[in-house]
């Protein structure tokens, strides 16, 4: 059976982006051009990406070759209105939880689970997450997007292991139970 892994970067106190959805604070992190912090690793066992709508709209946003051109992705929303600009790309408005649960029962690499964190907190609440690969930068936002806003019960987790890097990011790596 596939793996749904949430492979994502948060700043110290939990957010996953500016509220405007800006991600500068990590991209200008000193050092992190020169380091893909397991990213390369990670990104072999994988063919197939879930994201949010406004993660999709933010990373189509930066105007740079879509990064997941060799993997099936899937983009979550509410709207069924939303144009999609890059190949293999689906919309998914319906039926969310069972598509996911079939993916998993298919044929293929593992799943990854890109954000943000309303499509987290949705895969996490119906237990479809079973890996969660989590990047800490060396800063405190404040204020912005979390990472698993809402959740409502416990999730216990089994730790695997942790990485740091030179550029102050610490990379932890747990199983759900």
Not at 36 to 50: N, P, Q
Not at 51 to 57: E, H, I, L
Not at 95 to 111: C, F, H, L, P, Y
Request: with cysteine.
């Amino acid at each position: 059976m596939r793996k749904v892994k949430l492979y994502i970067a948060s700043s110290l106190d939990g957010f996953i982006a500016r509220k405007d959805g800006s991600l500068d604070w990590l991209t200008e992190l000193p050092g992190t051009d020169a380091t893909d912090h397991g990213y390369k690793e990670f990104y072999e066992t994988i063919d197939t990406v879930i994201m949010g709508r406004k993660t999709y709209d933010a990373i189509v946003g930066f105007n740079v070759e879509w990064p997941y051109a060799n993997c099936h992705t899937f983009v979550v929303s509410r709207s069924d209105h939303h144009k999609i600009k890059t190949d293999d790309t689906i919309l998914l408005t319906e039926n969310i939880v069972e598509t996911i649960q079939a993916m998993k029962r298919s044929t293929g690499k593992d799943i990854w689970l890109v954000g943000g964190g309303e499509v987290v907190s949705l895969c996490l609440e119906n237990q479809l997450i079973d890996e969660i690969i989590q990047s800490i930068a060396p800063v405190i936002l404040g204020e912005g997007i979390q990472l698993f806003p809402g959740i409502k019960r416990e999730v216990p987790l089994t730790f695997e292991e942790v990485t740091s890097y030179s550029t102050g990011i610490v990379t932890m790596k747990y199983q759900i139970k």
